[in-house]
């Protein structure tokens, strides 16, 4: 197995006001290609410690990738230092700087600096990364028995750069193809999915799966690399199909799409309208509705009904039901819902109200405790959760997520809605 | 100027599957003591390559601080090397072991394992970081004109150890202690603000000062270290004075409280209703108020008017406004705020309607054209504003922000409402 290192130049990441995100993403990208990261270093821009850093790097691992230090000033080293690093020279690459000249022309018509032509020069025996996205070229030079690639610091540059050039770059290094697939599951604990998914993962080495848990969520990514392209994807789709039969009733995205792109996709495609009704939440449902581009498609009004006076007059609430049962109660959560449905004449009506915290829990409704109500096909479901009591931003995202993962199988048909193990 | 490196061990940093946020929140505190931070490094849990880090982490800087391997299991290695690396031995203490046995029985009243005994041992010479928030305690060593500290990796431990134990260790080896303070500035941007604040920074090394833009916003840190915390408050305060009157009228928050907090809090000390009417935002206005806790004292209900019929049925804008003028206008924003405010029967109506993008622009109204209104005190304002177009996140965020703003200052009685520089 290739190992490599990861050499980030940048003072600013060193002063602590810049998260380096470039380092996990770069790693992930690694790690699908079957290669071993082992070493992450951040150093600023100086010259001695750069060197230092590449000679640890180079000595340590088969592969080094640099990132940042490649810009047009003086302080800028990250390439003289490869070249110096590696005996090479620097050379002019026209290529690079006819793409400076159109890309500053692009933005406003301006023209490159002097400082800007030292972006254009490279090692003589680098394969080049032409850049369409920013000015910065990057290269891979590969002597010696060591690879080492450099691409720009800034995010975006950097993974233009990955994509393009640097996956390729090794996969024709290994002589081999790479195809990757990332499907997303709710309603299933990381650890419990890779119990169920043991018996497909278990023992082999290619394609490799790994799973990536956030609240609630858990995104697995299933790599091969294999002689071709078309091997490697069959390799992926034999494992994901496997996958799929065993708990593909969690699988909501076989695209690594997230769960309320989903569900906006999905309602567009059958026609529906959802109105919301929100009490806890206080608007983050529809707000992530409406972060869909198009969503105008599917969602014409919401109702945050954050008071009980709210609730009676905007969603028909009645009063018997808050003094008897109380704002967080199944029937509320039913009326809510059915009531922003007959509200909006919409299609589908969720609703969610509960305890988000830190106050207001009791015994009998500790923080966490949430109804969530839905209006849809004639009929109202109600389901209760009692999350536990991470704090309110995440008893929220939490609401956010089953109600879309409710809706998602309501308008499927694939119940019981609330299906979680 | 002391210098320091950072050692962060742990193999899931390297899979890519987490972050690394501790090395820039430590580098961010240290700098504020007056460390510089040479070098981050990242490293898996094994031993030879550990060393390796150590080895050059100590050789190169002053100050090395470590993060992760102080668990239970056999992986973690981080004190034993370290141990080795000094020439210490480890010896039990007892209590690090009695804390941590309280902390189990806290938990469910569960007891350590025979593994979490090995995390009671410490060097012999350290000084012990006993640990509140978790098992694993943490150490300083300050040894052969080194020193050397180990903190738990998981972000809540880390910063706890920091806050409790590291900068205070640092400040006390200085033989001088740290203030800091951090302030918040809305509506202007980040180079404008250095520009203004030069003539009370410039050419001093104390106070530091150091800013943190993000989008709209920009945090300004003070800090200081002076033989007394005293004389390092009075220097702090005198710098913030100083910036107060240059740039006070953008300071929201002397804090370091978020923007919407500000808000919230200033509404329940003038006893002010707020209730919300977004287009564009969807939402997000509403979500961002109601995830402070306690804002039902000042939010009952907000309207997601997303469709013209929204507009129309629940905040009563004319249907001769929508059709002469459109649902992005100064009339339209203005007859949302109003109708808002009187459905709702609140003191304070806002709202929001523009184009997030990424389609629905057009040469008149780009995308990132926005309406704001306010309805308040017997009149109605609107602030029209023309965001970047730098996506549909950025800018429904920075319309939250703008409208947050545009509630503070005139709560505040401060005018111009917009003012932006």
């Known amino acids: 197995m290739p190992t490599a290192s990861l050499v980030c130049v940048g003072t600013e990441l060193l002063f602590g006001q810049t998260i380096n995100t470039n380092a996990a993403y770069i790693s992930s990208e690694l790690q699908a290609l079957g290669v071993s990261v082992l070493w992450h270093h951040t150093v600023g821009d100086n010259p001695s410690r750069v060197r230092q850093t590449l000679d640890l790097a180079l000595s340590g691992s088969d592969i080094v990738i640099t990132t940042g230090g490649l810009g047009p000033t003086q302080d800028d080293l990250t390439k003289e230092l490869i070249a110096e690093v590696m005996g090479e020279e620097l050379v002019f690459d026209k290529k690079a700087m006819d793409m400076m000249i159109a890309h500053f022309k692009s933005f406003g018509n301006r023209v490159p600096t002097k400082n800007n032509e030292k972006q254009a020069y490279l090692p003589a025996s680098a394969t080049p990364f032409y ?91 299933v790599a091969s690399m294999r002689p071709t392209a078309a091997e490697a994807e069959a390799a992926v789709k034999r494992v994901i199909a496997s996958a799929a039969e065993i708990v593909g009733e969690f699988i909501y995205s076989y695209e690594d799409k997230e769960l309320h792109h989903v569900v906006v996709d999905l309602l567009k495609e059958k026609n529906l309208i959802i109105a919301t009704a929100e009490s806890c939440t206080g608007g983050e449902y529809a707000q992530s509705i409406t972060s869909v581009p198009g969503a105008s498609l599917v969602f014409g009004r919401g109702f945050i009904t954050y008071s009980n006076d709210a609730k009676k007059a905007l969603l028909g609430v009645g009063e018997d039901v808050l003094s008897e049962y109380g704002a967080v109660s199944e029937q509320c959560a039913a009326e809510m819902a059915e009531g922003a449905r007959l509200a909006a004449g919409s299609d589908i009506g969720v609703s969610i109200t509960g305890i988000a915290g830190p106050d207001g829990g009791s015994v009998e409704k500790p923080v966490g405790t949430v109804w969530l109500g839905l209006s849809f096909g004639g009929k109202v479901t109600t389901v209760l959760r009692v999350f536990p009591n991470r704090g309110r931003q995440y008893i929220r995202r939490m609401c956010v997520l089953e109600m879309h993962d409710i809706v998602r199988r309501a308008v499927l048909g694939k119940g019981p809605l609330d299906k979680r193990i």
Request: hydrophobic share 35%; charged share 20%; aromatic share 8%.
């Open 131 to 221: 850049n369409e996205v920013g000015t910065a070229p990057g290269f891979a030079l590969n002597k010696n028995g060591k690879t080492i690639m450099a691409i720009p610091g800034p995010p975006r540059e950097m993974r233009y750069m990955m994509e393009k050039y640097v996956v390729p770059y090794l996969s024709a290094l290994a002589d081999s193809a790479l195809y990757q697939q990332t499907f997303r599951t709710f309603g299933i604990g990381e650890s419990r999915l890779e119990t169920e998914l043991l018996p497909i993962i278990e023992g082999q080495t290619d394609p490799t799966v790994a799973t990536y848990a956030k609240d609630g969520e858990c995104a697995v990514r």
